[in-house]
């Protein structure tokens, strides 16, 4: 299967990397997911001395945003539906209310696995521990939606999600699977794949 392994997406909360990320030969792609971060989370452009559980969660949302800021949808949903599913570790940044003021809303909810709803109510679906048969079924229910596809629990990004999160102390980076990607029928721009091959330092 085609894929293209990334590293982390401007997930850094220091200053310095701040300004060196801004410095970078300027686009409009990467504009538009520092001041997304930037109006969602503002606290996030300072580092912080929570525990490392803290710092991950911090690190997976920052990542997720950026992605989402790169994907289109033919029908352009306002906000945009951020489905939860299968017990994830590292979602909880996901459901801040400050998300719904963002430059492009972001709505999350909790859905279970088993529910309809996943291929019917959802533009982006977050996935938690799946086994490979409730992995294969959900992709699956998926298929023929335009729904962009984040696993938490896919490290080698093979199962069938467009985007895998790759954890690692207090870094966040992701693989990409081109074809599921495609399958989505979700356009996401060429830019993220750039921002992806810089390793952010740790929060």
């Given at each position: 299967?085609k894929?293209?392994?990334?590293?982390?997406i401007?997930?850094?909360?220091?200053?310095?990397?701040?300004l060196?990320?801004?410095?970078?030969?300027?686009?409009?792609?990467r504009l538009?997911?520092?001041?997304?971060?930037?109006l969602?989370?503002?606290?996030?452009?300072?580092?912080?001395?929570g525990?490392?559980y803290?710092?991950r969660?911090?690190?997976?949302?920052?990542?997720?945003?950026g992605?989402?800021?790169y994907?289109?949808?033919?029908?352009d949903?306002?906000?945009i539906?951020?489905?939860?599913?299968?017990?994830p570790?590292?979602?909880?940044?996901?459901?801040?209310?400050?998300?719904?003021?963002?430059p492009?809303?972001?709505?999350?909810?909790?859905?279970?696995?088993d529910?309809?709803?996943l291929?019917?109510?959802?533009?982006?679906?977050?996935?938690?521990?799946?086994?490979?048969?409730?992995?294969?079924?959900?992709?699956?229910?998926?298929s023929?939606?335009?729904?962009?596809?984040?696993?938490?629990?896919d490290i080698?990004?093979?199962?069938?999600?467009?985007?895998?999160?790759?954890?690692d102390?207090?870094?966040a980076?992701?693989?990409?699977?081109?074809?599921a990607?495609?399958?989505?029928?979700?356009r996401?721009?060429p830019?993220?794949?750039?921002?992806?091959?810089?390793?952010?330092?740790?929060?």
């Amino acid at each position: 299967m085609k894929m293209a392994k990334n590293a982390a997406i401007l997930a850094c909360c220091a200053k310095s990397s701040w300004l060196a990320f801004l410095g970078a030969r300027p686009n409009s792609g990467r504009l538009l997911v520092v001041l997304l971060i930037l109006l969602a989370f503002p606290g996030y452009a300072r580092p912080g001395t929570g525990d490392p559980y803290q710092k991950r969660i911090h690190a997976v949302t920052t990542v997720v945003v950026g992605i989402i800021s790169y994907a289109r949808w033919s029908n352009d949903p306002n906000p945009i539906r951020l489905c939860v599913t299968a017990s994830p570790h590292y979602a909880e940044g996901l459901f801040d209310p400050v998300l719904l003021s963002a430059p492009r809303p972001i709505k999350a909810e909790h859905v279970p696995f088993d529910s309809p709803l996943l291929g019917t109510s959802c533009d982006v679906v977050y996935l938690g521990e799946l086994t490979p048969a409730q992995r294969q079924n959900l992709m699956q229910r998926l298929s023929g939606h335009a729904i962009l596809t984040i696993s938490e629990d896919d490290i080698e990004c093979s199962a069938g999600s467009a985007f895998c999160l790759q954890i690692d102390g207090d870094l966040a980076s992701f693989k990409v699977n081109l074809d599921a990607l495609a399958r989505s029928g979700v356009r996401v721009h060429p830019n993220v794949l750039q921002l992806a091959r810089k390793q952010a330092p740790p929060l």
